[in-house]
C-alpha cells in the first residue's frame, strides 16, 4: 500500500542517493524505478509495523517506506508512512483519547525511533503520508450535539450498540447527527470546510505527544479526508467518518531549521 515517487528539479546538481546495504551514497543520473520486491531494494526502507499493533487485522499494509538523499552537501530523509485508521466510529467516541489514537501513537514512535536508531548516521528528517490522524470523536460529538439527545439502538440479538442517534431537543427533534461503525452523518457539513475548519482544529490532538520530536507548519487547508469519491461531489465529504486532517507533513526539528535556513539564504 506504499509507493513513492520522487522528482527532482533539473536546476539542482549533485544528488545523491542513500544506499541503505551498502551503507554510502550514489550519485542520482537518469531515472530509477523500483517496482518489484521493495523490502530487499538496498535504495530504501521499508517495513511493515509488527503485527501486534492492530490485532484486529489479520494482516496489515501499514509501515513506511524510507529513503535517504544528499543534495549539496545537505542530507535528509524522506519518511513515506501510513498508520492505522479507526475501525469503528463508535469504539472511536467511547473515549477520549480513542483506543485508535493509542494504536497510531505506538506506530509512530516505533517509526521514528527506528530511523535514528544506531544503524545509521542520524540526519534530518521529514516523515509525511497518511497519519489516520483523527479528531477527538468523543469531544468532537460534544460539541457539535452540545444540546441533543442522545437514542441509543442496540442489536436485538446481541444487545451490542449498533447506532446512536442524536436529536436537537427543540426544533421538532431534528437529527443532528447519526453514528455507526463506519457512518457519521452529520447534519451540517460547512463546519467542516468554514475557514479551513479552523474551528475544530482544538481537537486535532494526536500530535501535541510527540511536539518535542516533530514540528509541523500550521495548517491552513480543511480536512483532507474522507473526500466524495463522486467526481462530480469534490468538495463534499462522505458520511462514513468524521473528516480529519489525516494527511500530513511533519519534519525534525533540525529539518525545520533547514528550511529556515533555506528561506533566508
Not at 530487499?40 to 521499508?46: A, I, Y
Not at 499493533?53 to 530523509?77: L, M, N, Q, V
Amino acid at each position: 500500500a506504499l509507493g513513492s515517487f520522487y522528482f527532482l528539479h533539473e536546476s539542482l546538481k549533485n544528488i545523491y542517493q542513500f544506499d541503505f546495504k551498502a551503507k554510502k551514497y550514489k550519485k542520482v543520473t537518469g531515472k530509477e524505478i523500483y517496482s518489484d520486491t521493495l523490502e530487499s531494494t538496498p535504495m530504501l526502507e521499508k517495513e511493515k509495523f509488527p503485527q501486534d499493533y492492530f490485532p484486529e487485522c489479520k494482516w496489515s499494509r501499514k509501515g513506511f517506506i524510507r529513503t535517504r538523499w544528499c543534495i549539496t552537501d545537505c542530507a535528509f530523509d524522506l519518511v513515506n508512512i501510513h498508520l492505522f485508521h479507526d475501525a469503528s466510529n463508535l469504539i472511536a467516541w467511547e473515549t477520549s483519547p480513542s483506543v485508535y489514537s493509542g494504536i497510531r501513537h505506538k506506530a509512530l514512535g516505533y517509526v521514528l525511533d527506528r530511523i535514528i536508531d544506531q544503524r545509521f548516521e542520524k540526519v534530518s528528517y521529514f516523515v509525511f503520508g497518511d497519519f489516520n490522524f483523527r479528531l477527538d470523536a468523543k469531544a468532537v460529538v460534544e460539541t457539535l450535539c452540545a444540546k441533543a439527545t442522545m437514542q441509543t439502538i442496540r442489536a436485538a440479538d446481541t444487545n451490542e450498540v449498533v447506532k446512536l442517534i442524536f436529536r436537537e431537543s427543540d426544533n421538532d427533534r431534528k437529527v443532528m447527527l447519526q453514528l455507526e461503525k463506519k457512518l457519521f452523518d452529520y447534519f451540517n457539513q460547512d463546519v467542516f470546510r468554514d475557514n479551513n475548519g479552523t474551528a475544530l482544529l482544538e481537537f486535532d490532538r494526536e500530535l501535541s505527544v510527540f511536539k518535542d520530536r516533530l514540528y509541523e507548519l500550521d495548517i491552513s487547508f480543511p480536512p483532507s479526508y474522507p473526500y466524495s469519491e463522486d467526481s462530480s461531489q469534490g468538495k463534499q465529504y462522505m458520511n462514513t467518518r468524521c473528516p480529519a486532517w489525516c494527511d500530513r507533513i511533519l519534519m525534525s526539528h533540525s529539518a525545520k531549521e533547514l528550511i529556515l535556513k533555506v528561506s533566508t539564504d
